[in-house]
């Protein structure tokens, strides 16, 4: 289990009072976090908690109702084309053009990047992900646990400062999931790359975060590394907590301030 | 350095529809299969009427050159079209928008896609009109460039706008991308002159630029002139379209942020 984030880490994401309102519902409804330079963060829910949204508000997919966002030290509201060169993104549930080769894909996106020697930069990748037998496969012939692999390699192309990932290893068969995290945290430890990540698999919140952010209903409801707050529901592995806080139950009594860092004292 | 990223991520958005067109013999078939199947029906028609008809004795050419014409506009729109099309049936419109490419590069990409489409697609119907009925459409002289420049213009304007509606109401609105322009049809006198329309059509018409194209088509057969007059009043009111479809576009591409459609939008 990775150190919980050091506070005296630079900001790389700063999140404060975020709102998204879709017509009644208030999908995220005044969130706020910040996420150090070099650490992992989680960002976990259930179903509806607002995770999606508050990944797309980041990548500046969907526009908030009001708050702000800085990435990087920029106003993502007003300079999102500043910071997207530097982060990516990978998620299941985007898909690249499915009748374009895996290579041609990557090429495509290195130039969509400004990647510097892309031939290079993709045979590295074919290498780190084991792509090299897809590269000339159809995207769209691929399995599951192969698009997400490909997808992971677009999201590493332009060795991005700050990585958002969304399930990254969904559809992943456990071998396979365990070098894709295997391969981000030695991105990590080479790159210094920032990462925020939503997922409902609890061993790899445990094995890859120093923080995580628990939403319910669009609001930050507790705030920690795992050890915390295993420590603060008396549990014994995440899944558990997470149950805790998604049904309600076994609440401790704190409270979590305005950078999201949990406050009060384990009941 | 900001020129030569935009340069570079628009010749992505190319790469990326030229891979699929290039592999894809359907769609290359398919773009130069109806210009000239209707190409050759007008011209049979045209063989039929000639030995009865005195415009048709004089301008041979008026009934092919005007279906070559009409294509140039339909294969304009449709280029702008599909090619938005193509990245909500791969669901990769939320790859793009978190990428560095900016609105006005997608722009570009996609009136840069409509030309290739338009030349391969009118190109081949010209071919073809050559060698079955040793008609040139070059036989229009300079004046060619004048009605090209208008029609795949306004093509452009009405492409955009149909991207727009798809935007907003999603692939159920596709079929407008098929139809839109034939709403243009009966008030652009394509094959007749715009005199012969009731009153209140020939006022609609004069809000068309390619009313101004086609009526300049015939004054440049039947009475060998080229009215530039004509030439400057498509290009104002083409000025208008084409303004008013981007600005379509980009509402809708806001507006599209704003509810989060982006990231869902696909088959």
């Known amino acids: 289990m990775p150190p919980a984030s050091a506070p005296q880490l630079p900001a790389v994401i700063e999140v404060r009072d975020l709102h998204k309102k879709f017509k009644q519902v208030d999908a995220v409804n005044g969130i706020s976090f910040d996420v150090h330079h070099g650490t992992t963060t989680a960002l976990l829910g259930g179903n509806g908690a607002g995770k999606t949204t508050t990944l797309s508000m980041l990548l500046g997919i969907l526009t908030p109702s009001s708050g702000s966002i800085r990435i990087l030290g920029e106003d993502m509201l007003r300079h999102r084309y500043r910071v997207l060169p530097r982060i990516n993104f990978t998620s299941p549930y985007v898909d690249l053009p499915k009748r374009l080769t895996v290579a041609e894909n990557l090429r495509v996106y290195a130039r969509l990047y400004g990647v510097p020697s892309p031939r290079e930069r993709i045979g590295e990748l074919s290498l780190d992900l084991d792509l090299g037998e897809l590269l000339n496969r159809p995207y769209g012939n691929l399995s599951a646990g192969q698009r997400t692999r490909v997808s992971l390699g677009k999201a590493l192309l332009n060795r991005p400062e700050v990585l958002l990932l969304d399930e990254p290893t969904a559809s992943l068969d456990p071998d396979v999931g365990d070098r894709m995290r295997t391969l981000l945290e030695q991105y990590q430890k080479r790159s210094g790359c920032t990462m925020l990540l939503a997922s409902h698999n609890m061993g790899e919140v445990e094995r890859m975060c120093n923080d995580v952010i628990m939403l319910r209903a669009g609001i930050v409801v507790d705030r920690g590394s795992p050890q915390a707050l295993l420590a603060r529901y008396g549990r014994e592995n995440m899944d558990d907590v997470f149950l805790d806080i998604a049904r309600e139950r076994n609440t401790p009594d704190h409270g979590v301030s305005a950078d999201g860092h949990a406050e009060g004292i384990v009941s | ?267």
């Not at chain 2, 009865?52 to 009409?70: C, E, K, Q």
């Not at chain 2, 839109?180 to 394509?190: D, W």
């Not at chain 2, 530039?228 to 809708?252: C, E, K, R, T």
């Open chain 2, 1 to 267: 350095m900001a020129v030569g990223g935009s340069a570079n991520r628009i010749r992505a958005l190319i790469e990326r529809h030229a891979y699929l067109l290039l592999k894809s013999w359907p769609r290359l078939v398919s773009m130069a299969y109806y210009p000239t199947v209707t190409m050759i029906m007008w011209a049979f028609v045209t063989v039929y009427l000639r030995p009865t008809s005195n415009f048709l004795a004089d301008a041979p050419g008026l009934f092919i050159g005007a279906v070559l014409l009409w294509d140039i506009l339909f294969r304009g729109q449709l280029g702008v079209s599909l090619t938005f099309f193509e990245e909500m049936y791969s669901r990769n419109l939320g790859n793009l928008f978190v990428s560095p490419l900016r609105a006005w590069e997608l722009i570009v990409g996609q009136l840069v896609m409509s030309m290739l489409r338009t030349l391969i697609g009118v190109g081949a119907a010209c071919v073809f009109a050559w060698l079955l009925f040793r008609y040139s459409i070059f036989s229009l002289g300079f004046p060619l460039i004048a009605f090209f420049v208008n029609l795949i213009i306004c093509g452009w304007a009405i492409g955009l706008a149909v991207s727009g509606l798809v935007l907003r109401w999603g692939l159920g609105a596709e079929e407008l991308a098929w139809a839109a322009v034939f709403l243009l049809a009966p008030v652009s006198g394509v094959y007749y002159p715009i005199r012969v329309l009731p009153d209140w059509l020939q006022v609609v018409a004069h809000g068309v630029p390619t009313s101004y194209v086609f009526e300049g088509m015939r004054a440049v057969l039947l009475e060998h002139t080229f009215r530039s007059d004509l030439f400057v009043q498509a290009m104002a009111i083409n000025a208008v379209y084409m303004a008013a479809g981007i600005a379509f576009y980009l509402l809708a591409i806001g507006y599209a942020r704003k509810h989060g459609m982006l990231m869902q939008m696909g088959e």
